[in-house]
């Protein structure tokens, strides 16, 4: 996590939580003159809703515009991660034991950086990822990012065959 993102997640993460939603992560992309300030917000016990979106980009946007926080012109987006959803800090990983991800580091190991398997636990500040019978822990600080893999969607609380 960058400073910027650091400084904006003690900024608006009181006020997420207020909504009883979690701040998921904060993405900032784009050029210096003109970025994207991405939040993503999840919920703990159903999906997100247009409506969460909506109240946190109104009370996000008020914090934002009084506290300068970002002095260029940028785009606020509010969204959910998603049931693909990128798992960023080991508290990603914790709900999903025993489910399908992507794990990508910052410097290979056994000449590769992207790893697929099974998330079989999370603790003493690593992932523990099982691919083909071979059980891989991953410290938190070599972990660029993980990313779930949904091969049955009923599983992770969505919707099957969109209905």
């Known amino acids: 996590m960058t ?13 997420v939580v207020s909504l009883g939603l979690t701040l998921w992560t904060i993405e900032i992309t784009g050029r210096v003159d003109r970025s994207t300030l991405r939040l993503v917000i999840d919920h703990s016990a159903r999906p997100v809703t247009i409506e969460d979106c909506e109240a946190v980009s109104r009370q996000v946007s ?17 969204s959910s ?3 693909e959803r990128t798992l ?8 999903f034991v025993g489910h399908q991800a992507k794990v990508k580091l910052k410097v290979p190991f056994e000449g590769r ?3 697929l ?4 636990g999370v603790g003493n500040q690593a992932v523990l990822l099982q ?13 660029e ?14 919707i099957k065959h969109g209905k």
Do not use: C, M, W
Request: glycine share 10%.
């Open 131 to 143: 691919q083909g019978g071979i059980e891989y822990e991953f410290p938190a600080e070599q972990i």
């Open 81 to 83: 991660p998603g049931i």
């Open 113 to 115: 950086k992207n790893y």
């Open 62 to 78: 008020r914090i934002l515009d009084v506290n300068d926080a970002l002095p260029e012109h940028y785009t606020l987006e509010v």
């Open 88 to 95: 960023h800090r080991l508290e990603h990983f914790e709900p």
């Open 3 to 15: 400073p910027k993102q650091q400084h904006l997640t003690e900024l608006l993460q009181p006020s």
């Open 145 to 158: 990012r993980g990313q779930l893999v949904v091969t049955d969607v009923e599983q992770v609380g969505g």
């Open 117 to 120: 398997g099974v998330i079989v």
